[in-house]
């Protein structure tokens, strides 16, 4: 099993800013890999079902701006988003698929300041 | 353009069985994995477990022992019944998968997630 760990918890920032969001993913047992071509980030807003944003820890889903991006280095992934815009203030989630398990992580919340 | 659309009643009694569905319209429900999450209120998503043509299953251990997910492949539905429900499994349901079908990938596809609140 994989556990990931998502930080900061909140993110404040303002609207032309860049967000760098993290991604830690940790196996329970030291016989399970870490894939780092299963990787997903989403964008939940309130009321709203989470929209996949980027997959495979680096490609962008059909009709993302790409002012989002994925990068991994080893088993650490990050999500930026180079400049702010209004409707980006939300919840980011990251995910491990195409494993035993399908995880998620506990979200960074990206907020006005 | 395949969509998704969770069905059920969205109040459910303490230690009854929680019974939802998955309705796909615009695509086949067969050869695809399909996944449910939950998300309680102001918490993070929960996978809770996918299946495959009814032939591979694989749930969330944390909810393993009360969890089953079945196909009607004539109704083009696949459902989720979670059984002895308490308070905590009040949520957000949603289901899920990958347009394409395939195991190895993120979920492109959501239903809007229908709400059940477990209460007397």
């Known amino acids: 099993e994989i556990v990931l760990r998502q930080s900061p918890a909140t993110l404040s920032l303002s609207p032309g800013e860049r967000a760098t969001l993290a991604c830690r993913a940790s196996?329970?047992?030291?016989?399970?890999?870490?894939?780092?071509?299963?990787l997903a980030w989403y964008q939940q807003k309130l009321g709203q079902a989470p929209r996949l944003l980027i997959y495979g820890a680096s490609n962008r889903a059909t009709g993302i701006p790409d002012r989002f991006s994925g990068s991994v280095s080893g088993t650490n992934f990050t999500l930026t988003i180079s400049r702010l815009e209004p409707e980006d203030f939300a919840v980011y989630y990251c995910?491990?698929?195409?494993?035993?398990?399908?995880?998620f992580g506990p979200g960074t919340t990206v907020d006005i300041k | 353009q395949v969509q998704l659309q969770e069905s059920g009643p969205g109040l459910v009694k303490p230690s009854e069985t929680l019974s939802l569905t998955c309705t796909v319209s615009g695509g086949s429900i067969t050869r695809h994995y399909w996944s449910w999450i939950r998300q309680p209120p102001g918490k993070a998503l929960e996978w809770i477990g996918y299946?495959?043509?009814?032939?591979?299953?694989k749930y969330n251990p944390s909810l393993e022992s009360r969890v089953t997910m079945s196909v009607d492949t004539s109704k083009n539905q696949f459902s989720l019944r979670l059984n002895s429900v308490t308070a905590a499994d009040t949520a957000v349901y949603f289901c899920?998968?990958?347009?394409?079908?395939?195991?190895?990938?993120?979920?492109?596809?959501w239903g809007q997630g229908t709400k059940v609140i477990v209460s007397s």
């Open positions: 995910q491990h698929y195409g494993s035993t398990l399908f995880t």
């Open positions: 899920a998968s990958p347009s394409s079908g395939s195991f190895f990938d993120a979920f492109d596809l």
């Open positions: 196996p329970t047992m030291n016989t399970t890999y870490v894939s780092t071509f299963h």
């Open positions: 299946f495959y043509d009814s032939e591979s299953t």
